[in-house]
């Protein structure tokens, strides 16, 4: 599954509500980002 989102106020970026409930993130939850070849992934 591959979405894109832009980065709003503040450096917040929204992760839909359907991909939160696919993978069981909750608020509170830490989420690990990773960036390759300089690009985020």
Known sequence: MRIRRRVGP??????????????????????VMEARDGKSS
């Open 10 to 31: 503040g450096g917040r970026v929204m992760i839909p509500k359907a991909v939160r409930e696919s993978l069981g993130i909750k608020e509170g939850d830490a989420v």
